[in-house]
């Protein structure tokens, strides 16, 4: 069993598997060789050959227990056929969102746009290098999915507020987003994934209507996972209440955001927990890491816990400091 697996499945407390978000990034040089060359983000991401390059970069370098497939959860609206760029500096930008089109979309028609996605899963978990690893696909939560077909650009640039006035246009939306998610999940399966992981990236932004556009939405995803037999993480960043997530959710297992405090959430969730440390300390310095990488450790000592950071690793991060957060987690005793 791979060593992620393990963790949830077996409920180890003794192996601290490890992992970071956005790990096949602009931190390392080596991405940043093959971005240079690679201007087009959503080309690279469909480049079967260098996106299998990219996810195995960090398992190279760092030996991490997981690899994540080097992808975006932006290739769903791409699927669908909603135009996405990245530029340099702003993020993503999305074109025009015309329900009629995205409605019409067959099954086949979308899985074929994001077949070198499904082929690059199955690369990766077929290279010797990841043996013992797990394979980790993911998607976007529908609820941060929507977000940015209807926002066109990240909610961090600008959010305009009147995207959450029709009710009955977000829900067919939603139900449009959970259905091809579905797809997009099963696919990964297939081609060889043996963890999925849920981002809501958004979950933070919304505080009416939780239970309807994000708790409904993301258990429906939840279950749909549970049947094909694979275990699933949910991120639901900058939610309020992470132990009413996880009861009413139930994922297998929950990644906590920076702002969440271990100390309180270890006495309030019993499922394993992933992740929590603010990418901002590996912009620290050694020492103050070593103390917060411990601090996580200790914390979860007695409970089933896969090493990882509470949000995406940060672009400027100095690999001296990863190789350092590196040894600390693998020699904690
Ligand atoms: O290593 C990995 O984690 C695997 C690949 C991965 C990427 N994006 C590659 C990427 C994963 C898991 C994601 C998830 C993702 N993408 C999320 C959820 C997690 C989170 O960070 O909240 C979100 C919201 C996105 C959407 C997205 N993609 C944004 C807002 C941006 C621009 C901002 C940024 O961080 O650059 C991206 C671009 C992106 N996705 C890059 C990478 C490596 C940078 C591309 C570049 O080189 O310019």
Redesign the pocket.
């Known amino acids: 069993m791979t060593p992620i697996q393990d963790c949830i499945i077996n409920k180890n407390t003794k192996s601290k598997p490890l992992w970071?978000?956005?790990?096949?990034?602009?931190y390392l040089p080596e991405?940043?060789e093959i971005?240079a060359k690679n201007s087009d983000?959503i080309k690279?991401?469909l480049n079967e050959s260098l996106s299998s390059e990219?996810?195995i970069q960090?398992i190279k370098r760092f030996n991490f227990d997981a690899a994540?497939?080097?992808?975006?959860?932006?290739m769903l609206p791409y699927g669908l056929g909603q135009e996405v760029k990245?530029e340099?500096g702003l993020?993503?930008k999305l074109g025009k969102l015309d329900l009629d089109l995205i409605e019409n979309v067959s099954k086949d028609e979308f899985s074929k746009k994001l077949n070198s996605v499904y082929k690059s899963i199955s690369n990766v978990s077929s290279n010797p290098i990841c043996k013992n690893k797990d394979i980790?696909g993911?998607v976007?939560a529908p609820w941060?999915i929507l977000i940015?077909m209807i926002n066109k650009m990240?909610p961090?640039k600008n959010l305009s507020k009147e995207i959450f006035n029709d009710k009955i246009f977000i829900r067919k939306l939603l139900s449009i987003i959970e259905k091809f998610l579905k797809i997009h999940i099963e696919n990964q399966i297939k081609a060889g994934a043996s963890i999925i992981?849920i981002?809501d990236?958004?979950a933070g932004l919304l505080e009416d209507n939780i239970s309807e556009f994000i708790y409904e939405p993301t258990l429906n995803l939840v279950q749909h996972v549970k049947k094909l037999d694979v275990p699933v993480t949910c991120?639901p960043?900058g939610i309020k209440d992470y132990k009413n997530f996880c009861e009413v959710v139930k994922p297998d297992m929950v990644n906590i955001d920076y702002n969440v405090d271990p100390n309180k959430i270890i006495n309030e969730i019993k499922i394993p927990v992933q992740g929590g440390l603010d990418p901002k300390i590996l912009l620290t310095d050694k020492e103050n890491l070593r103390i917060e990488v411990i601090k996580y450790l200790q914390i979860f000592k007695d409970h089933p816990y896969v090493f990882n950071l509470g949000?995406?690793i940060l672009?400027e991060t100095k690999i001296d400091m990863v190789e350092e957060l590196v040894k600390t987690v693998r020699d904690f005793k």
């Not at 970071?20 to 602009?26: D, E, P």
């Not at 994540?68 to 932006?74: A, G, T």
């Open positions: 970071i978000m956005r790990q096949a990034g602009r991405f940043r971005r983000f690279l991401c990219i996810t960090p994540i497939i080097f992808s975006d959860i932006l990245f340099k993020g993503p980790i993911f976007g941060t940015y990240s961090k992981q981002f990236s958004w991120f960043r949000h995406g672009p």
